[in-house]
């Protein structure tokens, strides 16, 4: 009996035993493996940090190419879109793709200087454009995305992430109204915009006198930085002339027609500008003189405005472009049909503005070309003549009516328009000081 549990006890316990020298088996097993397993991984790490491998690794690497590739370009004077995409290593299939796009966007058919391009090509794929972006301006640019197995772009405007602020300057003219406005660092372009304004009322170089001053309050757009990349419109614009304000305010009076009107709520567009030029000299006017060159007595039938080679001359009305070429004595010349009544001309321009030619539409203070010397002439000069039911004229002593007038209730939403602007106004100059 005593034997016998003895036994059952031994018999009972001899798979617990069992168990336990499996377990020590097979730690000791595993154990060997991790050590083994260890060791090659250390032999893989030596053979990795061996120096010639790594020049080999290094070697075969440099010659593997990204399979997108980014392009980028920047146009320039003279270039064309089909000259651009010449220059790129894409099959020729492409390239005509690429100009199939262009055509279709009809805000692209004018190619400017320095606008941005972008291509993403795939290498691995033909070296296809899978997109490319053109920046359109400072603000906006066009994204073409290829859609998905075809040959074929879709065209997309993005607005640029920018901040728009209204801005306030204000200055004394010591010297000239462009020196003044440049010394506070208005842009160019804004002050080109504001002579402009002025042109139908004020020659700007017999009206404005020193120590006459000028306020203006116009858009500007920021980056995520805080740097102005461009300028937006005019919203108020005031010329003190010996003491007389001329105060104009931007308003839409009814949707999509914007002009500028005085405090009484009249504009100040008339049918031509009283000089198409900022900043010249009137070096010759209408009238009988002897020709500089010819060297006899005959009829001045323009005005000559004296001013550096290369200084913008703008449209002094809307019209349509009759000629812009080469009219002998004159030099490069532009001439424009404004209506049934007036036609201008503008001659020894250095050279004419992009875009224009003949049969082109041009708007009223559009930049058509730029003063020179060419033709009959001793020095960089602007020649401007006004015909008037084809007769030319005398364009300084010109009357011509004056635009839009509003009233009744035009008038009654333009006050309050006026009022909102000069509350705007008070609040930037306080917060200049």
Known sequence: MKKNSIGKILKDFSIFFWVIIISIISAFVSNIYNQSKKEQSNKIFES???????????????????????????????????????????????KKNFLKAIKQTKTLKILGVNQKFSFVIDNLNNR????????????????????SGKNLFDAK????????????????????????????????NIIVEFARLYGFQVDFQ??????????????????????????????FANLKLQNTDLQLYRYEYEKDKIDFFDESGKSIKKTLMKTPINGARLSSAYGKR??????????????????PTGTPIMASGDGVVLKAQWCGGGGNCVKIKHNSVYQTVYAHMSKFAKGVKKGRRVKQGQIIGYVGST???????????????????????????????????????????????????????????
Do not use: C
């Not at 406005?181 to 842009?187: E, F, G, L, P, T």
């Not at 005959?298 to 005005?303: I, Q, S, W």
């Open 48 to 94: 990795l940090d061996n120096i010639y491998l790594k020049k080999t690794i290094k070697q075969i690497t440099s010659k593997l190419k990204p399979r997108y590739r980014k392009i980028e370009y920047t146009s320039k004077s003279g270039d064309t879109y089909e000259n651009i995409i010449k220059n790129l290593n894409i099959d020729e299939l492409e």
């Open 157 to 188: 405007k993005i607005q640029k992430n920018f901040t728009k602020k209204n801005t306030y300057k204000e200055a004394v003219i010591t010297s000239s109204l462009y020196n003044s406005a440049i010394n506070i660092k208005i842009k160019p």
């Open 375 to 433: 033709g009959l002439s001793t020095g960089p000069h602007l020649h401007y003549e006004v015909i008037e039911n084809g007769k030319k004229i005398n364009s300084q002593k010109l009357k011509l009516p004056s635009g839009k007038v509003l009233k009744g209730e035009e008038r009654k939403k333009f006050e309050v328009s006026k009022i909102k602007i000069d509350v705007l106004k008070s609040d930037l100059i306080s917060s200049l000081n």
């Open 128 to 147: 296809k454009i899978i997109k490319f972006t053109i920046e359109t301006d400072k603000k906006n640019e066009i994204v073409f995305n290829r859609i």
């Open 290 to 307: 002897k020709h500089p060159i010819l060297g006899y007595t005959k009829m001045h039938l323009g005005t000559d405005f004296a001013a």
């Open 206 to 235: 017999r009206d404005v006198w020193k120590d006459d001053s000028f306020q203006i309050i116009y858009e500007e757009y920021l980056d995520t930085d805080g740097n102005v990349v461009d300028t937006g419109n005019i919203l």
